[in-house]
């Protein structure tokens, strides 16, 4: 498979584009914010969005899906990223759906992803329990009960937490804390009798919660995996997790990029627009190149998705484009507000908005550093 767009998928980008500037602008988002929407989202924009496939895109046709590939899922996600779309299709498709279609039996498949397609059913994955990501450092128990598990402990950044009717678990069946072996992941009702979900206020207007579980009750059938195996589902998911991640702030830093730009045309000092400044030029070339890299890493990342590479491989793009993709929205993001000047500053403007979500973008599943030093112990470093 070539490392480029198809005609179809080309369509559906620029199909993805005019929905979201028309449907969910950054207004959008900022409406939301200002108030205190209970759901974090707007439920008729993802109505539309689920009416358009976009749920369904990644999966079998035997699961109600589209079979159009992650590369098609992919181009979506960086539309939804320049709009900055609040929206459950990173929580429920990226991250829960792919551990279902991952882990899942058959019947668990052909189950739930159809009701994720459908936008019936939103999934949270309930993994974080410090400020730092670290997948395998869980301390939640699930001990064995007469009739299945008791889950108990605490989980934090949860993506759509509140918003969710069912949370994937992460929680310790053996092993120490920080061991990869030893974890199981479990399927839990939101309102089950001892989950606590309280949403969160993020700085970039989006959806996340804390979740404790206290004595939780959950059958043996539950369990999504092996028992003690939860590592080798939650390991590929999050990789695809992070390259869908990826695929949204790439769309982020291009629209940021782009409305900089533009601004430097139009904004005069001294008589000339201050695109003309050399300083300023080599500012936005570096800018450029840097996106040029970014783009890069994320096409060949979902490229490799849809060609069914090996798991190291995939791990080592995951983890090379969200690094790369997370330092280039952080730069262009902090250009961008430097660039535009003083308004630039002011909540009036909406460029504001795209450096608060590269901060959080950047922490979801991974930092830059994080990545850096795992790509380099993937390779051998």
């Not at 904004?267 to 000339?272: A, E, N, S």
């Not at 993001?333 to 500053?345: A, C, D, V």
């Amino acid at each position: 498979m070539t490392m480029i767009l198809n005609e179809e998928q080309s369509m559906l980008k620029d199909s993805a584009k005019d929905f979201c500037t028309a449907n969910a602008p950054i207004s959008q988002l900022r409406q939301l914010r200002d108030e205190e929407n209970a759901q974090g989202f707007d439920l008729g924009t993802w109505n539309s969005m689920v009416e358009l496939g976009w749920a369904a895109i990644p999966w079998g046709e035997e699961h109600g899906g589209l079979a159009f590939g992650y590369k098609g899922l992919g181009v979506v996600t960086e539309e939804s990223g320049r709009t900055l779309t609040a929206s459950p299709l990173f929580a429920s498709v990226w991250v829960g759906g792919t551990v279902i279609n991952i882990g899942g039996s058959q019947q668990l498949k052909a189950e739930i992803l159809p009701s994720i397609a459908s936008g019936e059913l939103k999934l949270a994955l309930a993994l974080e329990e410090s400020h730092r990501h670290n997948p395998h450092n869980i301390a939640t128990s699930a001990s064995s009960s007469s009739d299945g598990f008791l889950l108990s402990g605490k989980k934090t950044f949860v993506l759509d937490g509140h918003i969710a009717d069912k949370l994937i678990v992460v929680a310790r069946t053996s092993g120490e804390q920080h061991a990869r072996t030893g974890l199981t992941l479990f399927m839990v009702d939101r309102d089950a009798q001892g989950v606590s979900v309280t949403r969160t206020i993020m700085a970039d207007s989006r959806n996340a919660a804390n979740v404790s579980l206290e004595n939780v009750s959950v059958a043996a059938d539950a369990v999504l995996g092996a028992i003690d195996g939860g590592a080798d589902i939650l390991d590929p998911a999050l990789d695809i997790a992070r390259i869908g991640l990826a695929a949204e702030m790439l769309g982020g830093t291009l629209e940021c990029f782009e409305r900089t730009i533009a601004y430097l045309k139009e904004r005069k000092q001294f008589g000339v627009a201050i695109g003309s400044f050399q300083a300023l030029k080599h500012r936005a070339a570096n800018m450029f190149c840097e996106i040029e890299l970014s783009k890069s890493c994320v096409l060949e990342a979902l490229t490799a998705l849809d060609e069914g590479r090996d798991a190291t491989e995939v791990a080592k793009l995951a983890s090379l484009a969200k690094a790369k993709v997370g330092e280039t929205y952080g730069l262009v993001s902090r250009e961008g507000i430097q660039m535009h000047g003083g308004i630039g500053m002011t909540d009036e403007f909406e460029i504001g908005f795209f450096i608060k979500r590269a901060a959080v973008a950047e922490q979801t599943f991974g930092d830059v550093n994080y990545h850096r030093n795992r790509y380099g112990e993937l390779e051998g470093y």
